[in-house]
């Protein structure tokens, strides 16, 4: 309205609850809003929980781990998702991952491949760089990266446990006796006689201050993959699924 001039009509009231004269009562435009919005909301409530299944009579949930594997952040979403179902976190070796699936000691179980496929669905999930361990004093430690063919004329390690399966060229055997494990290996290679390949997980796993590790830059890599028995693809199962492929809570299953 221009300042000065009437516009000729008084104001009108409003009446009681502030709506439109002829609607006593109503409440105002914007508290409609947020009522709709409310509404809304609730009903979207109403449906998530709907859609959320009840498991909470199937207890919990046995989740396998070969050495180095990382599920920290989906079993934090488990949590938050699943509380009725407890994690039962099971650590596998790496030549025990396959057995554990077959008897049914986990529900699933995040290994390492290869592993035999027979009767298993399987999720690569992702790949580690290959490092090669050795003594703090190494001359390999000169480097920041290295090759395979650097490699030649090292004595390198091959476990018992060993994930890789990786040869090479130019190698000289160990003289002494094999090695079962990696954590072994790790301390075998800070006296400086030989060294390891591993996933650079399994290197932070068994981190010694005599010891450091560099990356081989053309080695294989090491794939860590969710697997369960196909056949024994549970609700909890499929759950877990969903959170490892960053599904919601209404989209898991």
Known sequence: ??????????????????GAPGRRGAPAS??????????????????SDAAAPDLSGL????????????????????????????????????VDQA???????????????????????IIPLYDEITVAVCSADSSLTVADELTLADLAGEVVMVTGDDALGIE???????????????GDAVATAATGVGIVLVPMSLARLHHR??????????????????AWPTEATTPLVE?????VRGRTANSSR
């Open 1 to 18: 309205m221009t300042p000065g001039r009437s516009s000729g009509r008084p104001a009108r009231s409003g009446g009681r609850g502030g």
């Open 30 to 47: 914007g508290q409609r809003s947020v009522a709709r919005k409310a509404d809304r909301t609730s009903g979207t409530r109403r449906e």
């Open 59 to 94: 207890g919990a949930f046995r989740l396998g781990a070969a050495p180095g594997a990382t599920p920290g952040k989906w079993i934090d979403v488990w949590k938050q998702r699943m509380p009725a179902n407890p994690v039962d976190l099971v650590a596998l070796e790496f």
């Open 99 to 121: 057995a554990a699936l077959a008897s049914g000691e986990v529900d699933a179980a995040l290994v390492r491949l290869p592993i035999e496929r027979a009767g298993l669905s």
């Open 168 to 182: 090479v060229p130019g190698a000289i055997a160990p003289a002494f006796s094999a090695i079962a494990t990696t």
């Open 209 to 226: 201050k005599d010891t450091t590790y560099r990356p081989v830059v053309d080695a294989p890599t090491s794939t860590v993959a969710l």
């Open 239 to 243: 759950t877990f699924i969903g959170i």
